[in-house]
């Protein structure tokens, strides 16, 4: 079973950038759909960008153009590159496959993006 351990989050100035990292065991990562998520204080926990095998990206709507994600299949990693970040960026962020992610969700990492 994939394991996944999420690090990277921190406290931000609005504007700022962070890049998280999610480091996944098992040696069958490569063939996975590869998602980051969030989910602030009160909400639900939402996709937030995805990325392939094969590398093609997908971004939620609110975090286009400011977002990159990026993967190291020989080091079994996920990034997440964060620019311009806004408070409403603040959330838990976690990593997991998608569309239907293992239920074994790892610790996440707090962003926190206040002034």
């Known amino acids: 079973q994939v394991q996944f351990v999420e690090s990277g989050g921190g406290l931000v100035q609005p504007g700022g950038s962070l890049r998280l990292s999610c480091a996944a065991s098992g040696s069958i990562f490569s063939i996975y759909t590869m998602g980051w998520y969030r989910q602030a204080p009160g909400k639900q926990r939402d996709m937030v960008a995805t990325i392939t095998s094969g590398g093609s990206r997908n971004y939620a709507d609110s975090v286009k153009g400011r977002f990159t994600i990026f993967r190291d299949n020989a080091k079994d990693t996920v990034y997440l590159q964060m620019n311009s970040l806004k408070p409403e960026d603040t959330a838990v962020y976690y990593c997991?496959?998608?569309?239907?992610?293992?239920?074994?969700w790892g610790q996440g990492t707090q962003v926190t993006v206040s002034s």
């Open positions: 997991n496959v998608f569309p239907i992610p293992y239920n074994n």
